[in-house]
């Protein structure tokens, strides 16, 4: 049985394809910040230790626990700024190396005070 041009262009470019996914499946991610679908959501008290990498983006988002129409979202550190809508999304540089450990506050309409203590560890 003889294959002509288009036959074996053809089973190449399955070869190739085939190969491309079965390299996708292969990588396995590792513990990093780095966000590569969904971002990832936590409820307050449930966030856990984060560590993220430098030069590495970091986002997570912080989902209320409580009911309200009106919710503030804050934090305590100069790391990073929480948004209104809870995300907290950062790029660490070499100068943030370290352990922190960081107030996430959520207050409601009543300015009343849900929080956790999370740990953030930025590493080279």
Do not use: H
């Amino acid at each position: 049985m003889r294959l002509n041009k288009k036959d074996v262009y053809g089973v190449l470019f399955l070869f190739l394809v085939i190969s491309f996914i079965a390299l996708l499946f292969s990588i396995e991610p590792t513990i990093t910040g780095l966000v590569t679908g969904p971002m990832p959501e936590y409820y307050l008290g449930e966030i856990p230790e984060q560590i993220v990498i430098v030069g590495t983006e970091f986002a997570i988002k912080i989902i209320p626990n409580i009911e309200s129409d009106i919710i503030r979202f804050s934090d305590d550190t100069k790391l990073f700024n929480i948004t209104q809508e809870g995300v907290i999304s950062f790029t660490p540089s070499e100068k943030d190396i370290g352990e922190y450990y960081v107030a996430v506050i959520i207050k409601d309409k009543d300015y009343n005070p849900e929080y956790q203590i999370v740990r953030f560890e930025v590493i080279e």
